[in-house]
């Protein structure tokens, strides 16, 4: 039994993240979807909502779980009895970043190896922040985020400040 961790703000679940989750279903048995805060960031969403859009995005995959979580990532790796971290990786900056996390991460927690994912090419320019432009200017989401996530932003009203 192989647990997989897919860490993220997830602000909002994108196509790209979902593919990458899907991907993973095909590697491992469990894959668990952890929807965290990055420092670095500040979200005009909650965790819940961010985690609400995650759970619609991914209802029809039997094995996935999705939790939030406000600690460490190598804390939550522990508690969850995670077996490795997924990542996908869209171009030179990510995999800049994503090394430095891994090596961070690593540093804290000597189980907690990332595996690096590449995007398919047509998620390549998918980026959580495009969808939150695109909301603002009150612009069609289907090629961007699954049908419910579009319809969930729609009706509560996310990204139009
Ligand atoms: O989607 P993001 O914003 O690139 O995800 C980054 C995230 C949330 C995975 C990262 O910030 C994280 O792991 N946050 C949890 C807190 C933590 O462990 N920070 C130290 C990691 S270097």
């Keep these: 039994m192989k647990r997989a961790l897919i860490p993220g703000s997830f602000d909002p679940i994108t196509l790209g ?3 990458l989750i899907v991907r993973a279903c095909a590697l491992y048995d469990e894959v668990i979807v952890a929807v965290m805060n990055n420092r670095d960031k500040t979200y005009e969403t ?11 995005a991914l209802a029809d ?24 971290i997924v990542k996908g990786v869209r171009n030179e900056e990510d995999r800049h970043y994503e090394e430095q996390m891994a090596a961070w991460n690593l540093a804290h927690n000597k189980r907690a190896e990332t595996v690096f994912l590449p995007a398919l090419p047509q998620y390549e320019n998918l980026s959580s922040h495009l969808v939150r432009e695109y909301a603002r200017a009150g612009q069609d989401l289907t090629a961007l985020v699954s049908p419910a996530v579009a319809a969930y932003i729609a009706k509560h009203n996310l990204y139009r400040i």
Excluded: P, W, Y
């Design 46 to 56: 909650t965790i819940a909502e961010r985690a609400e859009m995650a759970r619609l």
């Design 61 to 84: 995959l039997a094995r996935v779980r999705i939790v939030t979580d406000g600690g460490l990532l190598v804390d939550l790796f522990d508690k969850v009895r995670a077996d490795v």
């Design 17 to 19: 993240h979902r593919d």
